[in-house]
């Protein structure tokens, strides 16, 4: 079975710092997805950044990226220069490579602090 | 882009009734979703289809039902409204080899 895990319920950090947000899987498998979503109060979930498990090479989107650690199935995600906008609550999640099973984390919820 | 709407963002119901909440997608995505959000607990999955009148049950299919009669809509049934069913409810789509793309959820409360 896979599982994805977040230890981190609620964090903060100042505006303008960087801050790494937390996820591990479980998986059999060798091939497949890893995602991270925010969703902000206006609820509509949104996709931040995609990493493919066969590529080595660490995902970035402009100020996010991510930290990909296969063999010891491990996801972080790094947020640079931290802006109000950044407040959500931001979701790890696995797909295999099917694409019909998404397994997600219980969340961490990210404020940012003028 | 691609758009998955929900027909209602806030539902109130009362115990015992009949619950339908829609979701259409407009990318021709064979997988379709069901999943209801609460706190602490993340996403849970409902419901799931991959093809027209295709469906497999999720973590937490008891109490629910589903409907997929065309390739861009998927239905959740709640057959007997009950007050532990008050939760936001979130569909979402995705193709061959792509993410999840969300509605922006329904919040469903039973009284």
């Not at chain 1, 230890?7 to 303008?16: D, I, L, T």
């Not at chain 1, 995602?35 to 100020?63: C, G, H």
Request: proline residues 3%; glycine residues 6%.
């Amino acid at each position: 079975a896979q599982t994805v895990t977040q230890s981190q319920p609620e964090m903060s950090v100042q505006e303008a710092e960087t801050v790494t947000l937390s996820c591990t899987y479980d998986t059999s498998e060798n091939n497949y997805y890893l995602f991270w979503y925010k969703q902000p109060p206006s609820r509509q979930m949104i996709l931040v950044i995609r990493q493919e498990a066969y590529k080595q090479q660490n995902a970035t989107e402009n100020r996010f990226s991510v930290n990909f650690q296969k063999a010891a199935k491990s996801f972080s995600l790094k947020i640079s220069d931290s802006q109000l906008g950044d407040t959500a609550m931001y979701f790890c999640a696995f797909t295999t490579i099917t694409g019909n099973q998404f397994y997600f984390g219980t969340g961490t919820s990210l404020t940012v602090i003028p | 882009d691609v758009k998955v709407t929900q027909s209602s963002r806030y539902l109130v119901k009362r115990t015992g009734e009949k619950v339908f909440l829609e979701c259409v997608q407009d990318m021709d995505h064979e997988n379709m979703f069901w999943y209801r959000q609460d706190p602490g607990l993340g996403l849970r999955l409902i419901y799931f289809s991959y093809d027209v009148k295709m469906k497999e049950k999720g973590d937490i299919p008891e109490g629910y039902s589903v409907s997929r009669e065309k390739k861009e809509r998927f239905s959740l049934i709640l057959e007997s409204a009950s007050t532990n069913q008050t939760s936001m409810y979130l569909c979402a789509s995705t193709g061959i080899y792509s993410p999840l793309h969300f509605g922006n959820g329904t919040r469903l409360t039973v009284t």
